[in-house]
T-cell receptor, first 113, second 111 residues
């Protein structure tokens, strides 16, 4: 089974802290995504990556950056966390071998106080 | 830009059918998807339909696509308490292209 693992399920950070959210997939997928999920807004795409060291902005990239140094790992970085970044963050991956299925991690709940 | 809309809540009795509706704006979408999110979990792909299809059936799930009206629906027959979850509609061009998700519909199944 494909596995997308997000290293932290629950985090509490202070305003202004630098935050790293890590995501690892074990199926050699080329494409990886970071979404945030907020009630009433659904999922919104922050950044995605279609290859190592490649990244593309999604719909709401402001306040975020990403890193893809290795194929299996896609990191989301909040340079200076703010309270409006309190949310559920979902990582996803897709590859040629996965047909039409995008696989999601279980999510990381981030609270910024 | 692309927009996908869903109603936020749906409540049904156990054993009844549930119908979750979705409207989308991007007529170039190649694939339309339904994802399920159980409490505290990530999203799980339930089913998808290619844009040249009108209907797809998979056990208790039936997907209907009205391309003219840009309307997608998911029917769950014989709804069970285990079907209680948030259901997301999504549209995309297929492959690794990014998906645009709806707001999600919270389905509550009552005894």
């Amino acid at each position: 089974d494909v596995k997308v693992t997000q290293s932290s399920r629950y985090l509490v950070k202070r305003t202004g802290e630098k935050v790293f959210l890590e995501c690892v997939q074990d199926m050699d997928h080329e494409n990886m995504f970071w979404y945030r999920q907020d009630p009433g807004l659904g999922l919104r795409l922050i950044y995605f990556s279609y290859d190592v060291k490649m990244k593309e902005k999604g719909d709401i990239p402001e306040g975020y950056s990403v890193s893809r140094e290795k194929k299996e790992r896609f990191s989301l970085i909040l340079e200076s966390a703010s309270t409006n970044q309190t949310s559920m963050y979902l990582c996803a991956s897709y590859g040629q071998i996965s047909g039409n299925t995008i696989y999601f991690g279980e999510g990381s709940w981030l609270t910024v106080v | 830009g692309e927009d996908v809309e869903q109603s936020l809540f749906l409540s049904v009795r156990e054993g009844d059918s549930s119908v979750i509706n979705c409207t989308y704006t991007d007529s170039s979408s190649t694939y339309l998807y339904w994802y399920k999110q159980e409490p505290g979990a990530g999203l799980q792909l339930l089913t998808y339909i290619f844009s040249n299809m009108d209907m797809k059936q998979d056990q208790r799930l039936t997907v209907l696509l009205n391309k003219k009206d840009k309307h997608l629906s998911l029917r769950i027959a014989d709804t069970q308490t285990g079907d209680s979850a948030i259901y997301f509609c999504a549209q995309g061009a297929g492959g690794g292209n990014k998906l645009t998700f709806g707001t999600g519909t919270q389905l509550k199944v009552e005894l």
